[in-house]
């Protein structure tokens, strides 16, 4: 929503693309934005030239609400036990009796998200950039690290710091 604004109010009116941008802000592209799995408002996203793809929205929209149903059974069978029953054990026992199921429940969340969900939505919209997050795994240092593990959070980070930046 704030980008959608953005692009609207803080547009130069001498960018030879702010006619163009005007005439795009609508409802149609705002649909279109709030579906796409992105947090910036831009006309001109790439549209994939291959067409919708059943049998993928379908396998990623399945392997999403395998993940939604994982952690529900995590949280209820493993995570919820255990809580209520850490007020008769010491911390270090409840912490290490949680470690593997919320570092699993960490992954899980990550791939429902950035793999299954985000893959989905853009099958959908026929989103052509799927770059949703990239090796953070190999990275070496914190800053790296949130750089690559959230790519559309990272760009729109960077947008809205850079459109500040321009404001002052």
Known sequence: MYSYFVSHFCAKKQDEDYALLLSKINSKYYN?????????YDTRYKKSEIPFRASYFLKKSLAALVCFASLICMQSKVIGPTMEQSYRENFLQTFIKLMIPIFGMAFLVFFFIFENLLNALAELCCFADRRFYE???????????GKKWNTPVYIWLRELCETRRSET
């Open 32 to 40: 279109y934005f709030l579906l796409v799995p992105t947090l910036l």
């Open 135 to 145: 090796d953070w795994w190999n990275s070496a240092s914190y800053s790296s690290f």
